[in-house]
DNA sequence: AACCAGGACGTGA
DNA sequence: TCACGTCATGGT
């Protein structure tokens, strides 16, 4: 199990290579193997976010993209943008209908606009210091998952990121049963793995990319990690 | 033209 | 705890 865990990780990486999750408006995209959207994504520094609105919008990305694709999270952080509102003083700033406008195309408007102001007062309450995971998920609308998502490419905490993706996967390949609780799958990852940012970085994103390609549509057919199959 | 998208919340067993 | 309905828009 232990090294099943790793290889899956050095095959999938060795496929794709770096992510450059998450990604940021304001750096450019240098990643050839992805489509559509590029811009943003900047593969092997591990250093962003630094400034401190680059760490908002990452924030303010983790509760857009919820159930939606990053396209549409992508497309609503450029209206934020051109409002010049990626920035927590200047988005709180926004009128409720204003806000809603600017990402609708997100999907869920009603809750999601009232979700980036709770993330935005907290953050601003933060002044700067890394939030606890347990404080993340007081904030209406931060669950599991936007909880460690922020952690881990926000902050840069060592918070392994399950999503539905990772679930669908490694139930595929019989590795977990499908009724596995968050929990227990983020804990399953963060034992086998060595406690490295790049790495939670990294196999999170690639377990995305490789979902879209292979498991977007039923009957999940995945070549490539069947040889790790334990069915 | 159904199906899906980098989930979370409220409710009732 | 846990299963289930609900939330919304846009791409494929």
């Known amino acids: 199990m232990q090294d099943l865990i790793i290889k899956i990780y050095d095959k999938l990486y060795r496929i794709y290579g770096p992510q450059g999750w998450w990604p940021i408006l304001s750096h450019?995209?240098?990643?050839?193997?992805k489509k559509g959207v590029i811009k943003?994504?900047?593969?092997?520094?591990?250093?962003?976010?630094?400034?401190?609105?680059d760490i908002y919008e990452v924030i303010l990305g983790t509760i857009l993209t919820q159930n939606t694709a990053w396209l549409q999270a992508d497309k609503a952080l450029s209206h934020l943008n051109q409002l010049n509102a990626l920035e927590p003083e200047k988005l709180l700033q926004l009128d409720d209908e204003t806000l809603k406008s600017a990402i609708r195309c997100a999907g869920f408007l009603n809750q999601k606009s009232i979700y980036l102001k709770e993330i935005t007062r907290f953050f601003i309450e933060l002044e700067g210091k890394v939030p606890t995971r347990e404080q993340l998920l007081q904030v209406?609308?931060?669950?599991?998952?936007t909880a460690d998502s922020i952690n881990l490419y926000a902050y840069k905490q060592p918070e392994f990121v399950v999503d539905a993706y990772t679930k669908r996967i490694f139930t595929h390949l019989g590795i977990v049963d499908e009724k596995i609780s968050y929990i227990k799958l983020k804990n399953l990852f963060q034992f086998h793995l060595p406690g490295s940012i790049p790495v939670y970085q990294e196999y999170h994103a690639l377990i995305v990319e490789h979902a879209k390609k292979h498991y977007s549509r039923k009957p999940y057919e995945d070549e490539i990690l069947n040889e790790f199959s334990l069915k």
């Open 40 to 53: 943003g994504y900047h593969p092997g520094n591990y250093d962003l976010p630094i400034e401190r609105n």
């Open 140 to 145: 209406k609308g931060v669950g599991n998952e």
């Open 28 to 33: 450019e995209g240098t990643n050839p193997t």
